[in-house]
């Protein structure tokens, strides 16, 4: 099995910063494009960040120019850089991947999620 692991959530005023981490681990041939999304209460889960498995990225209208995602192909980690915050960004982040298993099944993986909570 494959398990999908976020850290870094917690409570921070707004204008300020945090660092999200989804390490992935398991029966992992190859990582292929990971993404962030998030929820937020009474709203439907939306697109964070995506970045493929050459580094290139993409980003929701609405965190461009305040988040940067980043990968460690090595590690199987996938980090969210969140500076800027802003209430809005309140909301549960999830990390999401698509993997390809040693016997070459490939599927999308989902974290459990972690709470990030943005004070005005």
């Known amino acids: 099995q494959v398990q999908l692991v976020e850290s870094g959530g917690g409570l921070v005023q707004a204008g300020g910063s945090l660092r999200l981490s989804c390490a992935a681990s398991g029966s992992i041939f190859r990582l292929d494009a990971m993404g962030w999304y998030r929820q937020a209460p009474g709203k439907q889960r939306e697109l964070v960040a995506v970045i493929t498995s050459g580094g290139s990225t993409n980003y929701g209208d609405s965190v461009k120019g305040r988040f940067t995602m980043s990968r460690d192909n090595a590690k199987n980690t996938v980090v969210l850089q969140m500076n800027s915050l802003k209430p809005e960004d309140t909301a549960v982040y999830y990390c999401?991947?698509?993997?390809?298993?040693?016997?070459?099944?490939?599927?999308?993986?989902w974290g459990q999620g972690t709470q990030v909570t943005v004070s005005s």
């Open positions: 999401n991947a698509v993997v390809t298993t040693p016997q070459m099944y490939t599927f999308n993986s």
